[in-house]
Nanobody, 122 residues
């Protein structure tokens, strides 16, 4: 089992920045690829970003490419999502997830955090 706890969400004006953090515990963190997903009201959960086990490869949804950056610190069992130039359409609950396999589909990720709310005002 891997336990994940997100933090760092909040209310920010359009154009602003937030940094989400996800603390992992349980099994060896470096054995897992990590992903960030988000879900807005009335919409399906969607992929945001993912990073491989070692942190050397990152993948992004087209909607956030160039604005968001995913990173990880395996020594601290942490993964981060730096979000810049935020837009109202980024408003959602953001989830951290862990998977033995790197991918963009939510069903590849067996472990999930509880989510943190990000609200971007216009």
């Amino acid at each position: 089992q891997v336990q994940l706890v997100e933090s760092g969400g909040g209310l920010v004006q359009a154009g602003g920045s937030l940094r989400l953090s996800c603390a992992a515990s349980g099994r060896t963190f470096s054995n897992y690829a990590m992903g960030w997903f988000r879900q807005a009201p009335g919409k399906e959960r969607e992929f945001v970003a993912a990073i491989n086990r070692g942190g050397g490869s990152q993948y992004y949804a087209d909607s956030v490419k160039g604005r968001f950056t995913i990173s990880r610190d395996n020594a601290k069992n942490m993964v981060y999502l730096q979000m810049n130039s935020l837009k109202p359409e980024d408003t959602a609950v953001y989830y951290c997830a862990a998977s033995p396999t790197l991918g963009v589909r939510p069903d590849l990720y067996p472990y999930w955090g509880q989510g943190t709310q990000v609200t971007v005002s216009s």
